[in-house]
């Protein structure tokens, strides 16, 4: 699953520089950043949250 969303976070950041989304907060180009920072959170979580 991890890698399934690695890729599809890959997709977004390439689908956000090449065509912004428009929404609040995407609007740039150069706000792709945004998306991987949710990225890292998301893993973070999954990490922490994962049973050991």
């Not at 976070?9 to 991987?36: E, H, N, S």
């Not at 920072?37 to 994962?50: E, P, Q, S, W």
């Amino acid at each position: 699953m991890n890698k399934v969303f690695s890729l599809l976070m890959i997709v977004l950041m390439a689908a956000q520089i090449w065509r912004p989304f428009g929404i609040p907060g995407l609007r740039r180009r150069g706000d792709f950043w945004k998306i991987a920072i949710a990225a890292m959170i998301v893993f973070g979580l999954d990490v922490l949250l994962r049973p050991h």
